[in-house]
């Protein structure tokens, strides 16, 4: 049964779009998607989404268009999704809000305050009455902590991957004051390629990349840290240090992270995966596993996040393990941007996702 909700996606040449479209195709209550197309690197010529990804032929066809925000209007479209970088999405926004559109933008352009914008992305706007006035609007997009405000927001600023992982993960403890901030919370994650999107890079051929497995962005310099260290502080009250460690994983896709975390005080294993099922007893989208720790099958293709926990033996202070696992283009992109999406419709949460 369709709402009659019909929505576009601009930047479905690209993984995280093509997630999203799929995900939309098959969406229980929604009109097919509107696909936009700019024709850079991935649509270049492209007039329809199977030009660019064969394996979708034969289907009937996804024609792409140019964007008019007049075309959008008269095809009834109310809501926009960018799939696209950050400085696109920071052009288009305030646009489509203008436009009257709901949007859920996957990048980071509109995740965090003016002034940490200033410090990571340098962009022109930052100060301008247009960029605060959107930036007032925008809606960190966990549903886990923000549903209630996610049900109203105009623009749905969607968490990055790593940050969605880390948040999930160490919230519970950050606001049961068990997180000892005399310490550093030391969050080692690994991401599979299509973390890194479809443009071409020589770093992310297949020759440098299979059975390799490298750090990058070590010593603090990867841009998700910003955006992880303000959401631990907004809704965790958490104001320690992170030492924040990504590295390329060798598979296609998936985020597994290890975090090392001082504790306040002395908890068994039984205790600390009581805290989490208590968090998140009515969170279709989280696994608590008991007894074991996650891995990148339990979430591969899944809208779901996989946490286990290990109290780590023969220390002199206490300290836990934490392992979260993600797909980085469903939980860490599309998937929560459907999540959110059928939190802002009013339709139940996990609608058209498997978690
Ligand atoms: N990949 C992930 O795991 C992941 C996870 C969380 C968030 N994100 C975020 O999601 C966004 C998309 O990431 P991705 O990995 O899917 O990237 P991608 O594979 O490189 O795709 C980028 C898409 O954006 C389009 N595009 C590029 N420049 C544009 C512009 N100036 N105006 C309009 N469209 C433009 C591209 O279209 P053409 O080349 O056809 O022009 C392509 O469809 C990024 O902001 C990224 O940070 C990605």
Redesign the pocket.
Known sequence: MATGLKSAV????????LELTRILLRHPRLEKPVLL????????GATDLADVFPELSGNGGYPLHSLSWSALQQQGVRLLFL???????RA?VPEALAHGLRVID???AWRLKQAQHRAIYDFQDSDSATATDVTEKAVYGLPELNGGRIASAELVA?P??YPTAALLALLPLARGGLIDETREVVIDAASGV??????LKRDLLFGEVAEDFRAYAAGNEHRHLPELKAALAREGGFTGDLVFTPHLLPVKRGILETIHVPLARVIDRATAEGIYDTVYANEPCVAVLHGAMPSLKDVVYRNRVAIGVAVVANVRRPRLTVIAAID??VK??AGQAIQNMNVMLGLPETAGLTC
Request: charged share 10%; net charge neutral; proline share 2%.
């Open positions: 601009l930047g479905a040449t690209g993984y995280s779009g197309l700019r024709g850079g690197e991935n649509g270049a799939a696209t970088p950050h400085e696109a999405s288009l996957l990048s980071g969607n990055g991957c299509t973390g890194a999107g479809r443009t980085n283009l860490g992109a």
